[in-house]
C-alpha cells in the first residue's frame, strides 16, 4: 500500500510561523511533523509516500529529498496552487496507483500504530476516528457498529472527529475531475451508500492548526517523550 501526506496548505491560521515556513516543516520537539510523519510511515513498513506540495514547496522537497534516509522513496504531486484535500488527492492519483492507499494530514500529530492500516481492505473509504477535542466539540461524524454516517439525527451515537487518516480507494474519485475541492462532499456521498468504515483511536492525537493547539501540541510530544 502507498501512502500520502498532505502538506499543500497555506497554514493561515498558523501565521506568521508559515509565511516563511511551511506548516509541515514547524518544529515539534526538535523534529518538523513531516519527519514524525515519515519515520512512523518508515517503521509501519510504507516504501512508497507521495506527499503533495505548493505552499513554500521547495523548503519540502529540500528538507525530505527522494527519502532515502528513511529508507523509503518519497515523490511530489507538485501544486501551482493549494487543490485542498479532494483536488490534491485527485492530482496525485496517478502516483497512488490502483489499490486503496493511505492519506495523513500533515499537520496532526499521532502515534497510531500505522501498521494496522497497510494491509487494510476498503471499498471506498475507511476514517480514523478520535474522541473530540476541545476546538471540535461537537465532532464531524457518526461511527456507527463499522459504519462512518454524517448528519443522521437518529444515530445512537455522538459525532467523533475525524483524525486526519484515512485509507481511501481509487473508486472514491470515480466521478471527480481536477480542480479544487474538498474531500468531505465525496465522504458523505460514499456515507449514504454505506460504503465508508471507521475506527475509533483513543491514545495520542494532536492538531496544529492554530498557533495555541501547536503549544499545546508541543507541551503534549514533550511529556509522551520524557
Request: proline residues 4%; contains cysteine; hydrophobic residues 40%.
Amino acid at each position: 500500500m502507498r501512502a500520502m501526506i498532505l502538506a499543500a496548505g497555506r497554514g493561515e491560521r498558523l501565521r506568521p510561523l508559515t509565511d516563511d515556513t511551511p506548516k509541515a516543516l514547524i518544529d515539534v520537539n526538535g523534529k518538523p511533523l513531516l519527519q514524525w510523519h515519515l519515520e512512523n510511515l518508515a517503521r509501519a513498513g510504507f516504501t512508497e509516500v507521495i506527499i503533495n506540495i505548493a505552499h513554500l514547496g521547495e523548503q519540502i522537497e529540500a528538507f525530505a529529498g527522494n527519502g532515502e534516509r528513511w529508507g523509503i522513496n518519497i515523490h511530489y504531486s507538485r501544486e501551482l496552487e493549494a487543490l485542498e484535500t479532494g483536488g490534491g488527492i485527485f492530482k496525485a492519483l496517478p502516483l497512488l496507483g490502483d489499490s486503496a492507499f493511505l492519506v495523513i494530514n500533515a499537520d496532526i500529530w499521532t502515534d497510531y500504530p500505522l501498521y494496522k492500516l497497510r494491509n487494510h481492505h476498503c471499498s471506498h473509504a475507511h476514517l480514523v476516528m478520535v474522541p473530540n477535542p476541545k476546538h471540535n466539540s461537537e465532532g464531524d461524524f457518526h461511527l456507527n457498529h463499522g459504519l462512518i454516517q454524517a448528519d443522521i439525527t437518529s444515530s445512537p451515537t455522538e459525532k467523533l472527529t475525524f483524525s486526519g487518516i484515512g485509507i481511501y480507494h481509487p473508486k472514491l474519485f470515480a466521478d471527480c475531475s481536477a480542480g479544487k475541492y474538498s474531500l468531505v462532499p465525496l465522504l458523505k456521498t460514499a456515507m449514504a451508500a454505506a460504503k465508508v468504515t471507521g475506527e475509533i483511536f483513543h491514545n495520542h492525537w494532536y492538531d496544529s492548526g492554530t498557533c495555541e493547539r501547536l503549544d499545546l501540541l508541543r507541551n503534549e510530544v514533550s511529556s509522551v517523550h520524557q
